[in-house]
Nanobody
Framework: QVHLVESGGGLVQPGGSLRLSCAAS????????MGWYRQAPGKERELVAR???????NYADSVKGRFTISRDNAKNTTYLEMNSLKPEDTGVYYC?????????????????WGQGTQVTVSA
């Protein structure tokens, strides 16, 4: 079993910054992609950013140039630095990790989610 623990959400004024963290722990052989989704009230969950072990990243067009995703492979942790925040960035942010387990000689992938952290951008 793997647990993802998120932190760093909160209330911030437009133009402000927040930094989210997500740490994975448990039975982990390796982690492939890690990333963040968000869900605003009344909207579908959308991908915000993701990062793979080599450091390649992908971002939603709406956050490019404002958000930066990074990871510390030794700590199984990913970070989302959010700058120039806008009211439309408000939502619950969920981190995920694509984890590879090793059972004997078998490698088994599985996807895990954090519990979500609220980000509110408001004056």
């Amino acid at each position: 079993q793997v647990h993802l623990v998120e932190s760093g959400g909160g209330l911030v004024q437009p133009g402000g910054s927040l930094r989210l963290s997500c740490a994975a722990s448990g039975s982990i052989f390796s982690i492939n992609a890690m990333g963040w989704y968000r869900q605003a009230p009344g909207k579908e969950r959308e991908l915000v950013a993701r990062i793979i072990p080599g450091g390649s990243t992908n971002y939603a067009d709406s956050v490019k140039g404002r958000f930066t995703i990074s990871r510390d492979n030794a700590k199984n942790t990913t970070y989302l630095e959010m700058n120039s925040l806008k009211p439309e960035d408000t939502g619950v942010y969920y981190c995920y990790a694509s984890v590879l387990h090793m059972y004997g000689s078998n490698y088994v992938p599985n996807l895990y989610w954090g519990q979500g952290t609220q980000v509110t951008v408001s004056a």
